[in-house]
């Protein structure tokens, strides 16, 4: 027990906030990232007001937010930080040297090696314990925006327009980053620490000032006629940093009581799976991990006020001709929560990384997409055994979840009650299945992983998988319908990628997958 308690307090970062953590029986090392955050927090307001593109110039505002960066890096993971640092340079050695027409495989190959070398020596050095200092989470982030990079500049440099969909003619680079662009891509401190991932273009829009106003033109639409985007005010963050700031204390209280007294590893509690009715062991599982969800989604939307603040973030003009501040945001807490399906659950959880592995992965892949994403992403979360099971579980069920959607909807279309009950019956059997899919993410290890499989006799595998094979015949195709069709869907496809960057709203892209 000694040993444990001191793992707590314990960290290769800076120990500058040991009484405080002492004090407060909280982790050193979530101490140390809640300081950075709320300093990030100040120090972006303070970009956003006296370092903004008018007082200071591009090479200023990258070399600041570059240098916060890193000492975010080192404060929180002292010599760890070379780890994530060494990446980010061979990666630009990589991106400058290599043939254009394959810099993005380099890359892919490189990010992925490492991170994963990493996640290795996480599991057999450390024996499964997730170390007091975790570098790999800005790790993760650093390597989606490295290869989100790699595949724009192919995009731009080797590939021919009318061969790029609509969303990656928009974010194609035409010409290579500088060293301090680069780095300040990767590095900044609005995203160093929890990201989200962002793309390069708006990146280098929001150091060089553009940032505002090129979304104003984008809903010239909706900005009342306007003119002159250039002359008139950039609309303040204020009140959506506020908003997001309440929500994170919402998320924070329900952390420090519902999440603690409810523990994930009760699942799997030797007494409790033998003497618990199957329906206890069900219902405790279902709330377990609502329970876990807060601190996610304080996490996420602390860093997107931090953007926010800073003047990063800008979505456009709403329906309702206000601001929207939701370009960065990474999860939408209403639309999980309210979830019918387990596509719009993964829609709205995540969202960025959800892009990134649409962006380098499903809208690439030849063949076998869906399998190959899933893979992408539990190959980027870790090795843990755990992250596979989930992911390779959420395979069947997705495409159960497809098949029954196509199948059974429409005979509930046709009245309100019907709809409602319908809608009542999915939300309770997503979050179900959310609860069974994502629990041995939690748990990590094999064997307390099958210990809550058998527990609960593998039923949403089964279940799953018969309804997927039983549905599989009423969506083959004809093969002149498929031949006239493809290229609509795919248009349909990229446009709804895009709208879902581009509105307020957030949409259910069929072809998003985390």
Known sequence: MGERADAMFSTTGSKWLLPVSEYLSFPLDQVNFLACQFFALLAAFWFRLYLSPGHANPLVRHAVATLLGIAFLIFSFGWYSALILAVVFASYLIIIKADIDNVHRYTMVTAMGYLTACQVSRVFIYNYGI?????????????????TLAFQLHDGLSKKSEHLTPDQRILSINVKPSFIQYLSYNLNFLSI??????????YIDFIEGRHISSRLKQHSGTCNGQNGYDKTPDPSPLNAVCKKLLVCSGCMFLHLTLTRSLPITYNVDPYFVSHAPFLSRLTYAFFSIQAARPKFYFAWTLADAVNNAAGYGFLGMDENGKPSWDLMCNVNILGIETATSFKTFIDNWNIRTGVWLKTVCYDRAPKHRLALTFILSALWHGVYPGYYFTFITAIPITMAARAMRKSVRHYFLGSKGLKLGYDIITWAATQLSISYTVMPFLLLAVEPTLVYYKSMYFHVHIISILVA???????????????????????????SSCSAECQPVYSNNNDKVD
């Open 193 to 202: 620490l929890v990201g989200p991932c962002n793309d390069f273009r708006d």
């Open 131 to 147: 170390l007091s200092t975790d570098f790999s989470g800005p790790l993760m982030i650093v390597i989606q925006k490295i290869t």
């Open 469 to 495: 094979f039983a549905l599989r015949w009423k969506h083959k195709p004809q093969k002149p319908v498929a031949a006239t069709k493809s290229l609509p869907s795919t248009s349909s496809s990229s446009s």
